[in-house]
């Protein structure tokens, strides 16, 4: 299975500046068909898990523009650009090119 | 509006059974794939099975041969049927559904399952 490794484990971030969290995986997570199935998903307290970005980059329907996604082949960054307390959570990156989809261990973001 | 509601969950000892269901709106669960993830307390999230439109279901190897997957299209419906469950099995479980991009871009709210003598 393909190993997806987060860091930090732990942001503490204050209000309004940028957070960023790397993730890597064991693998490539470019397809034979050309895409990078790499998603990063968002859980606030107690809820489920959210769909922020897919694709590497695409933001999904109702994401503010202050998150962003980045990176290709195996080395991946999501970014907030000016974080606010509605942001606080887990933060994990997903693959879906290679099966069994796997997730990474999660950043916690925490205001300071 | 796609929505996704799981219920079914509750505490269960070691070696029984239980079975979740996955209540669909909004989209058609049969056009789909829908995946089951879980998520031990202050764990990650772990992807656990998914069943394709086609029918085919498959599974993480820690579950194969004791969890199943099925769907009731007439209701709209996903199942979960776990059996010979084990402590480590205590999990918050989500259904999921995958997006033609690769993505889980709907989630369910989650069951609790908790697996205690």
């Known amino acids: 299975d393909i190993v997806m490794t987060q860091t930090p484990l732990s942001s503490p971030v204050t209000l309004g500046q940028p957070a960023s969290i790397s993730c890597r995986s064991s693998?490539?997570?470019?397809?034979?068909?050309?895409?990078?199935?790499l998603s990063w998903l968002q859980q606030r307290p107690g809820q489920p898990p959210r769909l922020l970005i897919y694709?590497?980059?695409k933001r999904f329907s109702g994401v503010p523009d202050r998150f962003s996604g980045s990176g290709a082949g195996t080395d991946f960054t999501l970014k907030i650009s000016r974080v606010e307390a509605d942001d606080v959570g887990v933060y994990s990156c997903m693959q879906t090119t290679h099966f069994p989809p796997t997730f990474g261990g999660g950043t916690k973001v925490e205001i300071k | 509006e796609v929505q996704l509601v799981e219920s079914g969950g509750g505490l269960v000892q070691p070696g029984g059974s239980l079975r979740l269901s996955c209540a669909a709106s909004?989209?058609?669960?049969?056009?789909?794939?829908i995946s089951w993830v879980r998520q031990a307390p202050g764990k990650g999230l772990e992807w656990v099975s998914v069943?394709?439109?086609?029918?085919?279901?498959y599974y993480a190897d820690s579950v194969k041969g004791r969890f199943i997957t099925s769907r009731d299209n007439s209701k709209n419906t996903l199942y979960f049927q776990m059996n010979s469950l084990r402590p480590e099995d205590t999990a918050v479980y989500y259904c999921a559904r995958e997006g033609p991009d690769g993505s889980y871009s709907h989630w369910g709210q989650g069951t609790l399952v908790t697996v205690s003598s």
């Open positions: 069943i394709y439109s086609g029918g085919s279901a």
């Open positions: 909004g989209f058609i669960v049969s056009s789909n794939y």
């Open positions: 694709k590497i980059s």
């Open positions: 693998q490539s997570l470019v397809h034979s068909d050309g895409n990078t199935y």
